[in-house]
């Protein structure tokens, strides 16, 4: 299953903009990455960095006035007999058949409130089928005994049961499990999981990413896991991508980024991460100020202003681009490579 | 289950008992009785009648009594199926009232099908297409709706029909059907005129239930299961449909009781200005008269009707909306 010349989803360049009254917000600007079947790819960054709508962009469901703006995002399909083609799914229309074909089946979307993401006035039976019979030629039968096939699948106890619950009735945790059978109704190639353990407590959050590591294991899908966690990146994911305001500042193997990471940004942010080793009473090392406000982005590089190495002339007069620091390694800082001579 | 619809019969006896007893002294709380304003009445006319023939008049209705001795007298009429004598007509009530309460039913409940079939759809449209010009267009049309007094564009509509058409709109009949018994020919007559006086009294109900469902169906567009499902590769169409407005409608279901009651009172002019043989004008009539025994009849249907309709519409609730359902069975 696993292909490492030929990524299941490449992203390059993509920018996703919202049109308000108040301004253009640049949620992604000029995100690139690539996700591996078998792998999981963790995006990793603070709120409001562009993460989630990296994943709306991927589904094509930015909600307006957003919309891709530029780049691409290409999709791996299989055409049968173990051939496959590259689909550019930022050519589709949002709405086409062809797109809806895709989302739910190919690339399937876990989204980070279990509270609120399924609704409330019909049981969880009736979405899984719902779901499942929008791809899939099923009779009723068959995609209840699939729903039920997947509820204990995912670690539902009696979902026999389970199937004629309602949200309300199950736990957190539980809720979180049910939303991962609708999202595997299709057997996605790619599971896009958009903070899935944000909402819960500790104990359920380890169970939700054993099943979600044990369910890559069995069916050698991609996941892209997007979370401000740095532990949950460390423990799940083989690549990194650490976003900051819409942009990629670094990307690498888990191993690089978290053993020698370039970026100032990765740099604090795994500064910030409470350790069993450090000294008690000694308050946690925090990044200085806030994240800028959208509509008032800093010129250069966007994170010059709480750099802690931040050299005045160039990060705020340069935008620094992605580049490579080593194997597979990429950073965008000047500190790393030489200040462009021709940029304004 | 049955404990709580057992708990439910229970209040609405008592509901109702309230209802009749503050009705009763309610009506009767203006000075003077019914012989007063009828005395008042044949004054106006200069007609000669008899000290004695108001004296017998009092005796006859027990208005001499005190208000508990009337009341209970009227009550044991009731649980034998006799509702008094309205002192205006000089008739049994029940008889006065004869078609009207169906008519009421008839006419509130078009007024509230048309009202729903109308609202909703342009509801759905302008919540799902926010701040386009049709959404535009449908708050202008729905705040004019909501500006206009419903009695108002009776009187207008009924002077664009006798101008432009020559035909009067007002009444639920035709002419040659007015006092005739019931027959298939009279029940088309009633449909042929059914509608516009539905559309009249439903006017403002629609105004307002196109903004109660555009709020509703925005705030439910905005969850994120409504994500959950389009991620899915559901179309937009399906699953607005299925999710947000399934839930959007649930807080509907719970103003079906009071509707009617609600119209009736809101209508009263307009069935007056249109000539509706409804109940309203009815009611209007027999308080100013201080007829109490067909004014405390009518406002107690009305009281039956609202505590029959709040309980369909718990039953309804608790059908469409499971989170309502469980905690009722518990």
């Known amino acids: ?344 | 289950m049955l404990a709580y619809a057992a708990r439910r019969l229970v209040l609405a006896i008592f509901t109702l008992w309230t209802v009749t007893v503050l009705s009763f002294i309610i009506i009767q709380l203006p000075p003077g009785d019914f012989v007063d304003a009828y005395m008042a009445q044949l004054s106006a006319t200069q007609s000669n009648v008899s000290e004695q023939h108001f004296e017998s008049l009092r005796r006859q209705y027990a208005l001499d009594r005190p208000m508990y001795v009337q009341y209970l007298k009227w009550m044991s009429g009731v649980f034998s199926g006799d509702f008094g004598t309205s002192m205006m007509w000089r008739k049994s009530v029940l008889d006065v009232i004869g078609d009207r309460l169906a008519m009421t039913m008839v006419l509130s409940l078009g007024a509230i099908i048309l009202t729903w079939a109308i609202a909703l759809p342009i509801g759905i449209y302008s919540a799902v297409r926010q701040y386009s010009i049709g959404d535009y267009v449908f708050t202008f049309i729905g705040f004019i709706g909501l500006g206009v007094p419903s009695f108002l564009l009776a009187l207008v509509l009924m002077y664009l029909g006798f101008t432009l058409f020559d035909s009067d709109i007002g009444g639920l009949f035709s002419p040659e059907y007015q006092l005739e018994p019931w027959s298939w020919g009279k029940v088309k007559d009633l449909l042929y005129h059914l509608p516009l006086p539905a559309i009249i009294i439903g006017l403002s109900g629609t105004a307002e239930l196109i903004r109660v469902m555009r709020a509703n169906l925005l705030d439910e567009l905005r969850k994120p299961y409504v994500i959950t499902a389009r991620a899915a590769g559901m179309s937009e169409r399906s699953l607005v449909l299925k999710y947000p407005v399934r839930v959007a409608l649930n807080p509907f279901a719970s103003t079906v009781g009071y509707l009617l009651p609600y119209i009736l009172s809101g209508s009263v002019i307009v069935s007056v200005v249109l000539g509706l043989p409804t109940l309203g004008p009815l009611l209007l009539g027999s308080l100013v008269a201080q007829d109490m025994f067909l004014a405390g009849t009518i406002v107690m249907m009305l009281g039956a009707l609202t505590v029959i309709g709040t309980f369909l519409s718990d039953l309804l609730l608790m059908w469409i909306d499971p989170r309502i359902r469980f905690e009722m069975v518990q």
Do not use: W
Not at chain 1, 199 to 209: E, G, H, K, R, S
Not at chain 1, 231 to 255: C, K, N, S
């Open chain 1, 1 to 344: 299953m696993q292909d490492d010349r030929q990524p299941i989803l490449s992203v390059r360049n993509l920018k996703t903009s919202f049109f308000t009254d108040e301004g253009i917000v640049r949620a992604v600007d000029g995100a690139s990455f690539e996700v591996h079947l078998g792998q999981t790819l963790g995006i990793v960054g603070e709120s409001g960095c562009g993460k989630s709508v990296t994943a709306l962009s991927i589904l094509g469901i930015v909600p307006r006035p957003g919309r891709i703006v530029e780049g691409e995002i290409l999709l791996r399909r299989e055409t049968g007999n173990g051939q496959s083609q590259e689909v550019a799914l930022t050519s589709l229309g949002d709405s086409s058949s062809e797109m809806r074909s895709i989302r739910g089946a190919e690339i399937a979307l876990v989204f980070q409130e279990p509270m609120t993401s399924l609704s409330p006035v019909h049981t969880i039976g009736n979405q899984i089928i719902g779901a499942a019979r929008l791809h899939r030629k099923l009779t009723k039968q068959e995609a209840s005994e699939l729903a039920v096939e997947l509820l204990s699948l995912v670690g539902i106890p009696r979902a026999e049961g389970a199937i004629d619950a309602y949200p309300f009735q199950l736990s957190g945790g539980l809720r979180q499990r049910a939303l991962i059978a609708l999202a595997l109704s299709c057997d996605p190639r790619l599971l896009i999981a958009d903070e899935p353990t944000t909402a819960l407590d500790v104990t359920t959050q380890a169970q939700i990413l054993d099943l979600l590591r044990s369910l890559q294991e069995q069916n050698g899908m991609a996941i892209m896991l997007i979370t401000h966690d740095m532990g949950v990146i460390a423990e799940m994911a083989d690549q990194v991508v650490v976003m900051y305001l819409g942009r990629v500042v670094e990307e690498g193997p888990v191993d690089t980024v978290f053993g020698e990471s370039k970026h100032p940004y990765t740099q604090s942010l795994l500064r910030s991460i409470p350790s069993i080793h450090s000294t008690p009473k000694v308050q946690l090392p925090t990044i200085t100020g806030t994240i800028p406000h959208p509509y008032n982005r800093p010129a250069g590089c966007p994170f010059h202003p709480r750099c802690p190495d931040v050299m005045p002339g160039v990060c705020d007069h340069h935008e620094p681009e992605l580049q490579s620091v080593g194997d597979e390694h990429l950073v965008s800082c000047f500190l790393y490579h030489p200040v462009p001579e021709t940029s304004s």
